[in-house]
């Protein structure tokens, strides 16, 4: 298991941008990358699953814009946004906080490998009628945030 986080508030480069973590909290012994399934350091965005199994990940953060608009974040395995993985939220006034939360299982198959980022998500696309209404998410400024994955299988 790894927690890592970032407490300082962080603005993200774009909307488009991984969130890097600057310490880790918590390491296990099977999760370093000497010999374990999880290659991470501090300060880095990504976190690369080196064994096949079962994975939980969890995420939480303290989000706002600088702007009024909406904000994105997801869960993205290899540069691609992990379906039922994502957070929206709306910020009604700027540099107001809100709490994110997801969580995810995923599946990395025999030798395989995938790495792990948080990004902003650069669009959030709203079904509520016969049209899909597709909106550009602000620039995210992140606070408080922690990610921990877990090894099951």
């Known amino acids: 298991m ?3 986080v970032q407490e300082q508030e962080l603005i993200l480069a774009s909307n488009t941008s991984p969130i890097t973590f600057s310490d880790t909290d918590l390491r296990t012994a099977s999760a370093n990358c000497f010999n374990g399934w999880l290659n991470h350091n501090e300060g880095s965005a990504t976190f690369t699953l ?3 199994g079962i994975y939980e990940i969890d ?3 303290n989000v706002t814009s600088a702007t009024v608009g909406v904000v994105g974040l997801g869960i993205y395995a290899d540069g691609v946004k992990l379906n039922g993985a994502e957070v929206d939220a709306v910020v009604g006034t700027a540099g107001e906080y809100t709490n994110v939360s997801m969580s995810k ?3 990395v198959c025999g030798r395989g490998s995938v790495t792990i980022t948080i990004n902003s998500v650069p669009t959030i696309t709203y079904g509520g009628g016969a049209t899909p209404v597709v909106t550009d998410t602000e620039i995210p400024i992140i ?3 922690n990610i921990s994955i877990k090894r099951y299988a």
């Open 2 to 4: 790894i927690q890592s």
């Open 50 to 52: 080196v064994e096949g």
């Open 143 to 145: 606070k408080n945030a």
């Open 59 to 61: 995420f939480n953060a």
């Open 105 to 107: 299982y995923i599946r």
